[in-house]
């Protein structure tokens, strides 16, 4: 069952991070079974953002859930989108 629009994941971290790089190459893999977008913010480029999640970086979130922090947790963000779109994980072929 395919969704109608895909979710807009976000991601908040730093240019300099390396955990950040990880968790978006990771989630590009994620792509070739789900179809979701992605936003990268640099948390350096608002005040609030910075406060808001200061070092705790990369953080995955969509809307105001918070799917992970530092490392893609792969079976978390893989169920939370079978919730969203139906598809079963595992269940597209590359």
Do not use: Q
């Amino acid at each position: 069952m395919a969704i109608e629009h895909a979710p807009l994941l976000t991601l908040y971290g730093r240019g300099y991070c390396h955990l950040c790089e990880d968790m978006e190459t990771a989630l590009l893999a994620l792509r070739e079974e789900f179809n979701f977008a992605l936003e990268v913010i640099d948390v350096d480029s608002s005040p609030s953002h910075e406060a808001r999640f200061g070092e705790r970086i990369p953080v995955l979130t969509h809307g105001d859930t918070e799917l992970c922090h530092y490392f893609l947790d792969r079976s978390a963000v893989r169920r939370y989108l079978s919730s969203l779109s139906g598809i079963t994980p595992g269940s597209v072929t590359s």
